[in-house]
């Protein structure tokens, strides 16, 4: 089978791929297997040297790696040149506190008794991956586990093959050995396909839908599983904020960057009723200064989205508004040029029970709704089955702050919103999935933890 690679700003075909399949698999598999038992018995040292190599490699072919991701995801230029400098932050953070986080840890250090927990790998890691942030998401993954001395079998998207191949490329060029990092090309039934192997951990970031599939069928495997899933991340805007202009600029780039395709993008904005009409006035203006057109032309926001199919969804969600009783404050319908554009769509008089309040919107449309106080905010935030990430905007933190311990999810921001940060854990809840990447506990994601009773005259030793 061929996996054909489609430029999303042209509809135009870039090149055909050889699809995984079983055979070609199950002898990545027994490759990794060998590669792997290598690998965990590097020094951690030596393993940071190596991954600190591939993020100078990613900075010294930033240009053309931007290019490629741009060319098959379809984002403006900019914002793959960022997203490339945003995974070597990550990078950078991940390599500097593995010596910590993953070195043996002694908990009881007593004349005649010690404890200690050592960071085991798990073995052969498996990544299904998402195509919206390929470099961010990847290597919330891969860094970690290949610093705690896993191999990985890594399943970019069929939306992002070239780039899971440039990664590839690159790891072992910065001296990743052969059989630690493989990759396997192709669409759903490949993954699936990666689901029946004897990997050792599984580690998902997509939708929902799949994610759900992918959980139920390896229940029997007694295997670490970790789903970053999506999100309906509300915004709330109080009525003390300091400059209206300034935070409705924010958190339109909030809602839209990307085209609104990250999981944390703002998808439900809610405004107190004193600052209502003067922030939708803001935020509408400022959406419509943003220039549309080809990703690889200067000054461009909103350029193609990735799936063909997306559009479709974007259609019902303003039809089902409109039928609703929203009022449609711009855009609302497909550009009508080749590929797959979107216009930017703000929606107001919205209420919950609409699709574009509720369902993933995941591209250039949100919804902004009025309140009258904070509970019934908190309420509204609270009325999904996602929980990622949700943000309040005040000039009280201690405001904020009461009001996001209240909201369900796994991030809160104050006076920001659609951030990540290596230094923090990652995760979701409901169906925003679980189990979390980044920060320390990200990096002992990807091990098994050993407890060592020592009796008697023991010593520090390294296993
Ligand atoms: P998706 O679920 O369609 O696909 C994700 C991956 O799963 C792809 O590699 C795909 O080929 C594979 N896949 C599809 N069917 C499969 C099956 N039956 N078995 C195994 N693998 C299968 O998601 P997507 O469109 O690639 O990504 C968008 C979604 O990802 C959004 O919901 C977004 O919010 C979410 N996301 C979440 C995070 C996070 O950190 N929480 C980050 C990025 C994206």
Redesign the pocket.
Known sequence: MQLTVINPATGQEIIKLDEDNDQSLSEKFTNLKIGQSNWQTIPLQQRVDILMRFHLLLENHQAELADLLTSEVGKPLQQSINEINGARGRIAWLCKHATTYLADEYMVEEANMGEKIVYEPLGIICN??????PYL?GI?VIIPALLAGNAVLY?????ASLTGLQIRKLLLEAGVPKNVFEIAI???????A??DMELDGYY????????Q??YQ?LAHKMVPCQL????KDPLYITDDIADIKNTAIGTADGAFYNNG????SVERIYVHELVYDKYVAAFVEEVTSWKIGSAMDEGVYIAALT?PAQIEILENQVQDALTKGAQLLCGGKRIARPGNYFEPTVLCQVTNDMLVMQE?S?GPIIGIMKVCHDEEAISLMNDTVYG?TASVYSRSQKRAEAILAKVNAGTGYWNCCDRVSPALP?S?RKH??FGA?LSHAGLRAFTKPKAYHLKGDWKKTAV
Do not use: D, H, M
């Not at 399943?155 to 939306?159: A, M």
């Open positions: 299904i991956s998402a195509w919206n942030y998401v919330n399943k970019p998207s069929e939306f192709g669409k759903g039934p490949v993954g699936a990666l689901l998902f970031t997509g939708s929902y839908q799949t994610g599939f992918i069928k970053e899933l999506g999100g395709q990250s999981c944390c799936r993933e995941f990622l990652w979701g925003s999935g990447t």
